[in-house]
């Protein structure tokens, strides 16, 4: 199974301020008919999780454009421009290039 | 208005069997790849199974494989995950989800417990 791993695990950040989160899998994600699927997820406490991130960089519908993915390969960073009240949970990275889809451990976004 | 709605959840023996349902509305459900994902209370997310818009091609987690069936009814808007010889390590929220890997197609349940428990 590929292997996705999340630094930090814990981002204490100010609000105003940017963060980012780092993803980096164990084998590529570049799938063999050109897409590398790559997806963020946010899960807010006590919610059901919702994606952010889509094929890397692509924002799901309604998400604030303060949000934006890079990255290529095995190695991928979602950042946030400018942290919120609202954006403190649980991120997770995610690859479905390859069966069965697998998550990152998780990073917990809280206020300072 | 999109709504997943999971039930059937709650507490079975060890060895016991369990089938969660998940009603659907809002989306042309049979247009779409359905998919269980799992979390253990305080823990990550876990990718469970997977099926295919039209039910032909189904997927599962290594841990699973032999023991849980998705399906789905297309008719009555409707996924399943039928949960056999349950083990203690299955004990978690299951959420019923739509997400299409390749665009903008992302609901989610809002999750139902299952424990395993003696």
């Known amino acids: 199974d590929v292997v996705m791993t999340q630094s930090p695990l814990s981002l204490p950040v100010t609000l105003g301020q940017p963060a980012s989160i780092s993803c980096r899998s164990s084998?590529?994600?570049?799938?063999?008919?050109?897409?590398?699927?790559l997806s963020w997820f946010q899960q807010r406490p006590g919610q059901s999780p919702r994606r952010l991130i889509y094929?890397?960089?692509n924002r799901d519908s309604g998400v604030p454009d303060r949000f934006s993915g890079s990255g290529s390969g095995s190695d991928f960073t979602l950042k946030i421009s400018r942290v919120e009240a609202e954006d403190v949970g649980v991120y997770y990275c995610?690859?479905?290039?390859?069966?069965?889809?697998?998550f990152g451990q998780g990073t917990k976004v809280e206020i300072k | 208005e999109v709504q997943l709605v999971e039930s059937g959840g709650g507490l079975v023996q060890p060895g016991g069997s369990l089938r969660l349902s998940c009603a659907v509305s809002?989306?042309?459900?049979?247009?779409?790849?359905m998919n269980w994902v799992r979390q253990v209370p305080g823990k990550g997310l876990e990718w469970v199974a997977n099926?295919?818009?039209?039910?032909?091609?189904?997927y599962y987690v290594d841990s699973v494989r032999g023991r849980f069936t998705i399906s789905r009814d297309n008719v009555q808007s409707s996924l399943y995950l039928q949960m056999d010889s349950l083990r203690v390590e299955d004990t978690a929220v299951y959420y019923c989800?739509?997400?299409?890997?390749?665009?903008?197609?992302?609901?989610w349940g809002q999750g139902i417990l299952v424990t395993v428990s003696s």
């Open positions: 094929k890397v960089s």
């Open positions: 995610m690859q479905a290039t390859h069966w069965p889809w697998t």
């Open positions: 989800a739509s997400v299409q890997r390749g665009f903008p197609f992302d609901y």
């Open positions: 809002g989306f042309t459900f049979r247009s779409y790849w």
């Open positions: 099926i295919k818009d039209d039910g032909t091609d189904k």
């Open positions: 084998q590529s994600l570049l799938h063999s008919h050109g897409n590398t699927y």
